[in-house]
Each structure stands twice: as C-alpha cells, then as structure tokens.
C-alpha cells in the first residue's frame, strides 16, 4: 500500500466512527440534551490531548486556532447534535453530504479551480446518500434542516481554511486546542440553555465515554493529521462513509431493511469518494 493510500485509510476511520454518533445519541444518551452531549463529547477530549502535548498557538496563531475551534467542533458539534435530534438519521445525512461541495465552492472561491471532474463525482456522493438512507416516511423538521445544513457549511468552512492556514502545531495539539476551545465555547450556552443531566446509568456513562475517546480523541487526530496531507476536499468527499456507516449499524443493530436502492446507494458513495480522489490526484 502506498504512503497516499496508508493516509487516506486511516483518514477513513473518523467518518467511520462519526458514522456511529447517530445510534449511540438515541441509544445510550439522555434524551434532549443535545448541546450537553457536545460538551461532554470534546471539552475532556481537548484537555486529555493537552495535557499530553502541552504545546501552545504562537500569538499569531490565536485568532486562527479560536475560529477553527468553533467551524470545526463548538458550532458544528452543537449543529450535529440539534439534528441527530429533531431529525431522521437519514434526512441529517442527505443534507451532511453537501459539504464536498461546499468545500470545492470553498476552493473555487479563494482562486485554486478544482478539477471540473471533481463537481460531478461530489454531486454523486449526494445522490448516493440519498437512494442509502432517504425514505417516504421521512419527517421534515425545520429548524433541524436549519442545523444539519449551517453545519455543513460550518465544517466546510473549517476544513477549508484548516488547510489553508498551516498552523504550525502538532496533529495532537491542534486537535486538542480546537476541541478544547470548542468545547469552551459550547458549555455556557449547554448550561444555559439545557436542563441538568439526570443521575447517569452505566449505559449513559458508556455512551459518553465512547463519543469523547472514540468519536473525539481517536477520530479527530486521524482526521486533522489527514488534513495536513490531503487535499481538503479528498478528506471531505471520505465524510460520505458516515452515512454508511450509520446504515450499515442501523441494519445490523436495528434490523432495519437493505433493498437495491440502499445496495445502489452505497456503490454510487463509493465511486463519488473514488472519482473525487482521483480528479484532485491528477490536478
């Protein structure tokens, strides 16, 4: 395997293990307490690898480390979690899928003009998540259509500019400033806004523990070291595999159906990640 192929693998474990966050919100967590779960999620997160790396931003660097912190954790995590709520797990994963596009928009905007190969193989990607996941039963919640899409555009934004700007920390570092500085900005409108938690079960406790060191720790350094390697469109376009991931979790876990369209869905996700990969490779 090569060195590309060894990054892009492990870059694919984070949308992975995102694909998960849906079944263990409804599952394990308390009910209604989205911005909590956030919290709870990447504050501990962002500490555990500072205290590891004890590395700090230059003064320059601040301002950039604040603004990814909110595009990539605090806004988008509360965004996600308002969704994974108040939405299906399938209508919250059609409009997620967008971000590739948003992400070339991104790079149209500041002069880079991806590949013309790249719009059609990202469009793909939506289209494949929608014959996966979107079915008639699906009920429309505003303000969690609302959530799901500005958090598109949040991630979308941050990935972008993450890319950008370089900044000059360690994977680890820049990974635990952003969730810490997310989560920061997070726990007063939590605490704010959101009852108390009730006295946690084991099964509340497991949950919390699985999203801060599996969906926080685990899959934002594999995400963000990614980053430093990658185009950002090509780590964005492996976000598709969270939909999946969740489809595949729902029919195993929670019986649900897997007819052609779904069967359809997944090798149109496939070759949009592929055809996405393969058009910024040869630009």
Known sequence: ???????????????????????????????????????????????????????????????????????????????????????????????SSTQTLMVLLLMALAGSRPPQAAWPAAGLGVLGVILLVASPQTRFDTLGIVAALAGAVSMAAGVFLAKRWQIKLSVLALTGWQLLLGGLCLLPVALLLEPALPTLTARNIGGYAYLCLFGAVLSYVLFFRGLRQLPPAVVSSLGLLSPVCAYVLGWVLLNQAMGWRAMLGFVLVLASIYGVQRALARS
């Open 1 to 95: 395997m090569s060195s590309r192929a060894a990054t892009i693998a492990l870059t694919a474990l984070a949308p992975l293990i995102w694909g998960s966050t849906y079944y263990v919100t409804t599952e394990f967590l308390p009910p209604d307490r989205p911005l909590t779960a956030a919290v709870l999620r990447v504050l501990p997160a962002g500490l555990l690898l500072l205290l590891w790396t004890r590395e700090w931003p230059t003064r320059a660097e601040w301002g950039k480390t604040l603004l990814l912190g909110v595009l990539n954790i605090g806004f988008f995590q509360a965004m996600l979690f308002v969704a994974a709520y108040r939405l299906p797990g399938g209508l919250a994963a059609i409009l």
